[in-house]
Nanobody
């Protein structure tokens, strides 16, 4: 199982960016999707989560600006980021609890990470 993140880049303050993360491999189902970020010199922090019922949670500083979604058929999660601020600059990582294996009888649950993608907000 692999998680492949895409998107990110550089934007001016107030701008918008979108991130996507697609899972591939012997996937039976995906539970919770998470997006984390890590700014230089800081610990990795949880930014947003969406569970299998599409219930969402957000870190306080991104509420009303970020929106997390998921597409079960495409095995993908997206993070839409609006009104970006300089403090949003970080490497962003996707993360998911994945049920995987050849079939339900031998399904395993593991947590996987995507590679980081840089988001830079600067004038």
């Amino acid at each position: 199982v692999q998680l492949q993140a895409s998107g990110g880049g550089s934007v001016q303050p107030g701008g918008s960016l979108g991130l996507s993360c697609t899972a591939s491999g012997r996937i039976i189902d995906i539970g919770i999707w998470n997006w984390y970020r890590q700014a230089p010199g800081k610990q990795r922090e949880l930014v947003a989560s969406i569970d299998s019922r599409e219930r969402t949670t957000y870190e306080e500083s991104v509420k009303s600006r970020f929106s997390i979604s998921r597409d079960g058929a495409a095995k993908r999660s997206s993070l839409e980021m609006n009104d970006l601020k300089s403090e949003d600059t970080a490497v962003y990582y996707c993360n998911a609890d994945v049920y995987w294996g050849w079939g339900l009888a031998e399904a395993k649950e593991s947590n996987f990470w995507g590679q980081g993608t840089q988001v830079t907000v600067s004038s």
